[in-house]
């Protein structure tokens, strides 16, 4: 006799990484309201960069408790979300050095193969569109596999409420929009997902 009992799939798993550190920063408020997007679609974990000492290949062979702790959350990731701040029309210093240490040692770069949904917000108009820009020329030269489309976010006052709930409807409607594709992008190339359909 056949069972009708189908066990549920477990959700992807998402290493959350902002580019800011700052304690306030409008980058985590917005990953956290992305987070809120891909309830159900998604199990996200925020991945801690801001412990990372500077990179020095000197340290490769031995590598320090931080950058070991940050490289299994990325291993364990079926996918990343990046969220970053524009600091000097670029990549923040904080967020390249966490790039740089999980693309090394040689041989074990914890970004190939990931698929990758980045965005950003700044309060200017055009929402951190160069740092993103330079994030994703590093991210595909390091074997990403990059959703498609560009989501800059101009950050105004009372965006995001401190639920982490977007309060303007096209800007939620838009990013949710991202949210789902990043989900089906992950679902289609995450282990697990392939895994369980198996």
Do not use: C
Not at 74 to 88: F, K, M, Q, S
Not at 146 to 152: D, R
Request: net charge positive; aromatic share 6%.
């Amino acid at each position: 006799m056949l069972s009708s009992a189908h066990h549920a799939a477990p959700l992807p798993r998402i290493a959350v990484i902002v580019g800011g550190n700052r304690k306030e920063s409008i980058n985590r408020k917005l990953a956290e309201a992305l987070v809120r997007l891909g309830a159900g679609k998604f199990d996200a974990s925020f991945a801690r960069i801001d412990d990372l000492p500077m990179f020095n290949q000197d340290h490769e062979a031995n590598l320090p408790a931080e950058v070991v702790r940050f490289k299994n959350e990325l291993a364990r990731a079926d996918g990343v979300l990046i969220v970053t701040p524009e600091h000097d029309r670029s990549i923040p210093a904080v967020l390249k050095n966490a790039v740089d240490w999980g693309a090394r040692p040689w041989g074990k770069n914890s970004w190939t193969g990931k698929p990758a949904f980045i965005t950003g917000t700044s309060p200017g108009a055009i929402g951190s569109a160069l740092a993103q820009q330079h994030l994703r020329s590093v991210m595909t030269g390091l074997g990403m596999i990059l959703l498609g489309g560009e989501a800059y976010v101009s950050f105004k006052p009372n965006l995001i409420d401190e639920h982490g709930t977007i309060g303007d409807d096209s800007t939620k409607k838009f990013l949710a929009d991202f949210v789902d594709r990043f989900a089906l992008l992950v679902n289609r190339l995450a282990p697990a997902a392939q895994a369980s359909a198996a």
